[in-house]
C-alpha cells in the first residue's frame, strides 16, 4: 500500500488543509484488506471450534470415557471462503449424560459450556 500525504503548514492553516491523503490502486488495497480480515475471522471461527471441543471433553461425565472421547469437530469452508465447522458426539447416550443423568455434569452442560464460550447465544 502506497498513501501519499501532502502537506503545507502556515500560522493561517487550519489542520483540514495541512494533509491531504490518496490512497494509491484502492481497489487493490480494499482486496488485500478483505482477505485480511477473511483470515484472521477463520483463525478466530477454528480457535473457537477446537476451543470449545476441548472444554466438552473435559465437562462430559466419565465412566468408561467413552462419550468423552466421542466428541469431534469439522471444519470446512463455505462457498463465500468463510470457516465453518460442526462439533459432535455420536456417542448414543450422549443426551442422557446431558439430561442429567449423571452426578458429575450438571443438566445441559453441553448447552451451558456453548453458551460461556459464545457459540451458542440464547
Known sequence: ??????????????????FSMEVVNFQKEMRRVEKEVSQMTNLEIDDRIDYATDTLKVVTPVDT????????????????????????????????????HSRQAPR???????????????
Do not use: C, H
Not at 65 to 89: H, L, M, P, Q, V
Not at 109 to 120: D, N, P, R
Open 65 to 100: 470415557g467413552r462419550a468423552r472421547r466421542g466428541w469431534k469437530n469439522t471444519k470446512k469452508y463455505d462457498t463465500y471462503g468463510f470457516r465453518d465447522g460442526t462439533i459432535s458426539n455420536e456417542v448414543e447416550y450422549i443426551d442422557v449424560l446431558n439430561n442429567g
Open 1 to 18: 500500500m502506497e498513501i501519499l500525504l501532502v502537506g503545507k503548514l502556515n500560522k493561517e492553516t487550519t489542520m483540514s488543509e495541512v
Open 108 to 122: 445441559y452442560f453441553i448447552e451451558q459450556v456453548l453458551m460461556k464460550i459464545g457459540i451458542l447465544i440464547p
